[in-house]
């Protein structure tokens, strides 16, 4: 059974560093992509990033500058994926999921926001809070 666990969520000070994995166990599938979605507060479920099995990546435009993403699949039993974010604010508050898809590439890296439907695994998420 494919499970996505997340790591590194809690409290980060306002302009302050986030660092988020992902491990993906389960099965020796390589995803097409990895990536993260994140829900706020009484707010939709939005896009933040993915990255593709051949290193392609998609931000979100309003991340776009203060977010890295990278993917470790040299355990092809258990795949990585890492999320860095710097300069947080109280906007960054939400639910972080995991999420990991298997369709075509092209799927992942042709649509600035790239529909959930696309994605067949999701993490159980968690919590991280920007708040002094």
Sequence with gaps: ???LTES???LVQPGGSLRLSCTVSGSRIKFNALGWYRQAPGKQLEFV???T???ATNVAAAVKDRL???RDDRDAARNRIDLQMHAMTHEDTAVYYC???QRSKRHYTDFANPPTSYYD???QG????VSS
Excluded: R
């Design 1 to 3: 059974q494919v499970q």
């Design 8 to 10: 590194g969520g809690g």
């Design 49 to 51: 990033a993915l990255v």
């Design 53 to 55: 099995s051949n290193g």
């Design 68 to 70: 890295t993403i990278s």
């Design 99 to 101: 999420v990991a898809g």
């Design 121 to 123: 695994y999701w993490g």
């Design 126 to 129: 968690t919590q991280v809070t």
